[in-house]
């Protein structure tokens, strides 16, 4: 059974940081290439970031310079670290593993940018 499970949202003033991470089991994790997305009420699903199996990234312009991806393949994990947070980050953010035909989604973590 593949899971992919997000943590680390939550509230955080304009101008903070957070790191989400989103832990896979069940796929070879270093074979597919994982990615980040949000999406908020009554708009499409966006892309954050990607990273591929060897560590190519891409950026969406409104999170460049001010976002990280990055992976660890022995753990499993691909983390996102967001700074400079403004409140137009507020969405919810999900986890994406793809490898040709094949996608997995986790559930979702909020991330919520206010004073």
């Known amino acids: 059974q593949v899971r992919l499970v997000e943590s680390g949202g939550g509230l955080v003033q304009p101008g903070g940081s957070l790191r989400l991470s989103c832990a896979a089991s069940?796929?070879?994790?270093?074979?597919?290439?994982t990615g980040w997305y949000r999406q908020i009420p009554g708009k499409q699903r966006e892309l954050v970031a990607l990273?591929?199996?060897?560590?190519?990234?891409n950026y969406a312009d409104s999170v460049k310079g001010r976002s990280t991806i990055s992976r660890d393949n022995a753990k499993n994990t691909v983390y996102l670290q967001m700074n400079s947070l403004k409140p137009e980050d507020t969405a919810v953010y999900y986890c994406?593993?793809?490898?040709?035909?094949?996608?997995?989604w986790g559930q979702g973590t909020q991330v919520t940018v206010s004073s």
């Open positions: 990273i591929a199996g060897g560590g190519a990234t």
């Open positions: 994406k593993a793809s490898r040709t035909t094949m996608n997995y």
């Open positions: 069940g796929i070879a994790f270093s074979a597919y290439t």
